[in-house]
């Protein structure tokens, strides 16, 4: 790998699900960027399905689905292939978060969304759905997921329906990451959402683990690492994969140059 890429060398973290790993993995290493898998959390699906099956079969009911992340796209298509009704999200009118759920949408269902905000968080979805009061939105999300989108739905009028699409776990398996942190073996540490960055602190309660460059996918998960202690955040000016990418070359171009 040619040594003047910025991330040449670089030993950076992923702590997203397995299942995810493998976009930023590749971006990684296109980057010259050595990726060291660390996995987080899973995801599982709800212990009762049944008032999530009976939404899927009836998606009619619903003037919107609302996708607030790629796993809640993930969770309701692989559930609505598991009963059959795959058909009927191919035909709901569907709103996405950003770039990330829109490529999961596409990836899943072979199809680009009826809309997406301007700035990419869950309230600013909630905030710009076009919808007059008394529409019926159908808003799938995790059991972690706190109730501001969902607020911020029914303030406006929505007739909403919130439920369980998929439960987050903490995830299992990966390098023995803390060993490398205490020899100096790891360069950044990568972040994708709070849920991420509370689990990997259970994982890895290491405080040297806080004086590393954590890149943070948005600003919920930048909040979430600057509570948990990091001193050190890259935030990419847009919600994507490769926008985390450009920012961590960035940090470390300029870190290089600078020494």
């Known amino acids: 790998m040619s040594n003047h890429l910025p991330l040449s060398g670089k030993r950076i973290v992923i702590t997203r699900a397995r299942r995810q790993a493998s976009p930023l993995e590749s971006l990684i290493t296109g980057h010259g960027g050595i990726p060291v898998l660390y996995p987080c959390l899973d995801i599982a699906p709800p212990p009762e399905p049944a008032a999530l099956d009976a939404r899927l079969r009836n998606l009619r009911d619903f003037d919107w689905i609302a996708f607030s992340s790629g796993n809640a796209v993930w969770a309701i298509a692989e559930r609505a292939r598991a009963i059959g009704v795959e058909k009927n999200l191919a035909q709901a009118r569907i709103a996405a978060l950003g770039p990330a759920t829109s490529a999961e949408l596409r990836r899943q269902l072979s199809r680009d969304p009826d809309f997406t905000p301007s700035a990419f968080s869950a309230e600013n979805l909630a905030r710009q759905l076009p919808l007059n009061p008394g529409e019926r939105i159908l808003l799938p999300q995790s059991d972690l997921a706190d109730r501001k989108a969902a607020d911020i739905l029914r303030a406006r009028g929505a007739a909403l329906t919130a439920l369980v699409a998929y439960r987050t776990l903490v995830g299992q398996g990966g390098v023995d990451l803390p060993s490398l942190i205490a020899n100096a073996e790891i360069d ?34 930048a909040k979430a690492a600057a509570e948990q202690g990091f001193q050190e955040l890259i935030t990419p000016p847009s919600i994507s994969l490769r926008a985390m ?6 940090y470390f171009a300029e870190r290089d140059n600078a020494s």
Request: with cysteine.
């Open 245 to 250: 990418l450009s920012a961590l070359s960035a």
């Open 188 to 221: 950044a540490l990568t972040f994708a959402s709070p849920s991420a960055l509370r689990f990997f602190r259970q994982r890895c309660p290491l405080a040297k683990a806080l004086s590393l460059p954590a890149l943070c996918l948005g600003p919920s998960t």
